[in-house]
T-cell receptor, first 117, second 115 residues
């Protein structure tokens, strides 16, 4: 079974500063994928970034980067140069290896980020 | 580029009423999911469908039924709504055969209130 833990229910960051959102996971699978999703107040789920467990380099997508430490089972999201539009809930998620075309996505409980002007 | 379309967006039910949430995807995805989102609990899986014709229970299936009508459509039914089912419901889909894409795409959510 997979488990995702996000220990920060809420975070504040000053506009233009960087912020790290923590995510740790637990799995017995050797290969897996890790995602981060953003959920603004409007409610939709927006995909941000993906890291495969065998990817040697940390994933980056614009201002988002994933600090992947496999031995520690952590997959922290780093947002550089925060903007007011980054204020949202952020969910870390994991998928196990693909099996029969099905992948159950396990989500953490989320971190609410607020960017202060 | 519709992606995942979920209807309705908002619904208020009285206790004991029934309703069906509709979900359709146009990305040729094999797998579809229904989640509910409650404050402080992240997203919890209600039911999923690995492929057309198959459905399985997730973490919190009680009080719900699902139908995978075809590859595109996956509906969630509440037979007798209860206040505990007040939540935001998300449909999602993933896995396009023949590609390496595993990202899950989400519908816009349905905010359901049971009074």
């Amino acid at each position: 079974a997979q488990k995702i833990t996000q220990t920060q229910p809420g975070m504040f960051v000053q506009e233009k500063e960087a912020v790290t959102l923590d995510c740790t996971y637990d799995t017995s699978d050797q290969s897996y994928g890790l995602f981060w999703y953003k959920q603004p107040s409007s409610g939709e789920m927006i995909f941000l970034i993906y890291q495969g467990s065998y990817d040697e380099q940390n994933a980056t997508e614009g201002r988002y980067s994933l600090n992947f430490q496999k031995a520690r089972k952590s997959a922290n999201l780093v947002i550089s140069a925060s903007q007011l539009g980054d204020s949202a809930m952020y969910f870390c998620a994991m998928i196990p290896p693909l099996s029969g075309g099905y992948q159950k996505v396990t989500f953490g409980t989320g971190t609410k980020l607020q960017v202060i002007p | 580029n519709a992606g995942v379309t979920q209807t309705p967006k908002f619904q208020v039910l009285k206790t004991g009423q029934s309703m069906t949430l509709q979900c359709a995807q146009d990305m040729n995805h094999n797998s579809m999911y229904w989640y509910r989102q409650d404050p402080g609990m992240g997203l919890r899986l209600i039911y999923y469908s690995a492929s057309e014709g198959t459905t399985d229970k997730g973490e919190v299936p009680n009080g719900y039924n699902v139908s995978r009508l075809n590859k595109r459509e996956f509906s969630l039914r509440l037979e007798s709504a209860a206040p505990s089912q007040t939540s935001v419901y998300f449909c999602a889909s993933s896995y396009q055969p023949g590609t390496g894409n595993t990202e899950a795409f989400f519908g816009q959510g349905t905010r359901l209130t049971v009074v």
